[in-house]
């Protein structure tokens, strides 16, 4: 897995998430996401039940793409709308659809606020700066706020075993630390773009807080 792991690759697939009239495909967005579970597999177990919960949830979007209603999943737009339309989503807790696109899609859109915090601390970093500190203070300005204390905890203890910002630099795979630091600048962007388009959405549908 880390051989064929880089850096590139997760970019490569937000980058193609963006439609010309600025859609988000559910495709590529999971692809991307596949990119990082796979990255985080190679940081140890204690990350593992992070790594887990992720592929369920990118397993069930994928099970909507592929599945006979799989053309309403092609874009986070067409799946809201789809969703809505036709009463899928439970808005409040105890509904029939507790495993909706909608409510799946949020819980990644809530981490990738966290990719996009912590990649920006990253790339600004100084040969000081620690990767596990970066983590958690991304972790607690974005999807902390939404887990409750046993899952935050957890989360503390794996991040404390983050190898050092050297060595995570050189696991992204993507040559020289000055070279990672501009690919970033690069992407950093494209991941705000897409994260912004969904917030932007989902706050106009009054999704932000599906249960
Ligand atoms: C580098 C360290 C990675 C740290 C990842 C930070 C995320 C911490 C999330 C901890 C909680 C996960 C346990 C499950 C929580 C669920 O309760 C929660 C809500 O779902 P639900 O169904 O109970 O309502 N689920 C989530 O919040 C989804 C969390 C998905 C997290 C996916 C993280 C994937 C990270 C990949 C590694 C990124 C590496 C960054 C550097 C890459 C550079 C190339």
């Known amino acids: 897995m880390a051989d064929c792991f880089s850096l590139q690759n997760i970019f490569e697939n937000f980058k193609s998430c963006l439609s010309d009239n600025k859609e988000v495909y559910i ?5 991307g996401w596949r990119e990082l ?5 190679t940081l140890g177990s204690l990350f593992s039940f992070i790594s887990k919960d992720a592929v369920t949830k990118i397993q069930i979007l994928e099970k909507f793409l592929t599945g006979e209603n799989g053309t309403h999943y092609t874009t986070v737009q067409s799946m809201v709308k789809y969703e809505l339309d036709n009463k899928l989503v439970d808005l409040t807790k105890g509904g029939n659809y ?9 819980r990644l859109h809530r981490a990738l606020r966290w990719l996009q915090l912590f990649l920006e ?20 300005a974005s999807l902390a706020q939404h887990q409750p204390w046993l899952i935050r905890k957890a989360a503390e203890m794996a991040f404390c075993t983050l190898p050092g910002r ?9 040559g020289s630390h000055q070279e990672v630091i501009a690919l970033l600048g690069e992407a ?10 969904t917030e932007d959405l989902y706050a106009k549908n009054n ?3 599906l249960p």
């Not at 495709?27 to 692809?31: D, E, H, L």
């Not at 507790?98 to 409510?103: E, K, L, T």
């Not at 950093?188 to 388009?197: A, C, N, R």
């Open 27 to 31: 495709k590529y967005y999971i692809a």
């Open 37 to 41: 579970v796979s990255f985080m597999n």
């Open 98 to 106: 507790p495993a909706s696109g909608c409510r799946t899609l949020l």
């Open 121 to 140: 601390s990253l790339r600004t970093s100084t040969e000081n700066s620690k990767t596990s500190v970066m983590c958690s203070e991304a972790y607690n």
């Open 166 to 174: 050297d060595a995570f630099f050189d696991v992204m795979n993507a």
């Open 188 to 197: 950093l962007p494209l991941i705000s773009e897409v994260y912004q388009i």
């Open 207 to 209: 999704l932000l807080d």
